[in-house]
């Protein structure tokens, strides 16, 4: 019996010593309200792809989106909420890829996961974001048809999916070098089948 209670000590002893990001983040104090990403990128080769749950919702202008509606086409889609300070920090870089890439043929799409579709909007409008955002965050609808393949941990989130609709790559948290995130997506667009 002591043995056991030995190996217990022990094991309780290490636990202590890993670390729990979202428990520091707690201790720190930061009360931000949400789940930092450190900027991992990672990108996935065509064979080992997966492609997400049909997904569809209503964009902050009242349209419906859906998948099917992206069929086709390399898209980017950005998880985010508007007082997130990394989301605000990287939406001109976003738009400014959206710009580029948009003769291309990509398709940028945010989906807010807080906010009613009016805070959305005006964000948009702030910024001047010209891409549609589906607001997520009553259903959670797009969040989980993700979370079987590459679902997106933090916010922001940022995934491309490929001309099948399958998780090319997840960068998580702030796209602080759009050149990553610009090959990425030149990448993907240059794909064959």
């Not at 190996?7 to 009360?31: I, K, P």
């Not at 993700?146 to 999916?161: E, G, Q, R, W, Y």
């Amino acid at each position: 019996m002591p043995a056991v209670a030995a190996l217990l000590a022990a094991g309780l002893l290490l636990a202590g010593c890993t670390s729990d990001r979202l428990a520091d983040e707690y201790r720190a104090g930061s009360n931000k309200g949400y789940i930092a990403g450190d900027g991992t990128v990672a990108t996935f080769p065509v064979d080992d792809r997966l492609s997400p749950d049909p997904f569809s919702g209503e964009t902050d202008t009242g349209d419906e989106l859906s998948s099917a509606d992206l069929a086709g086409e390399v898209t980017v889609l950005n998880f985010w909420y508007a007082s997130c300070p990394p989301c605000r920090a990287e939406a001109p870089d976003l738009e400014a890829l959206n710009q580029e890439f948009g003769a291309d043929g990509v398709r940028f799409v945010g989906v807010n996961v807080r906010d009613e579709a009016g805070t959305s909007h005006s964000f948009a409008k702030t910024f001047g974001l010209t891409y549609p955002s589906i607001v997520d965050y009553r259903t959670a609808a797009v969040q989980l048809a993700f979370s079987k393949t590459i679902s997106p941990n933090a916010v922001p989130t940022t995934l491309v999916l490929d001309r099948k609709g399958r998780v090319a790559a997840r960068i998580l948290g702030q796209v602080t070098e759009p050149s990553t995130l610009q090959t990425i997506i030149r990448e993907t667009v240059e794909e064959t089948g």
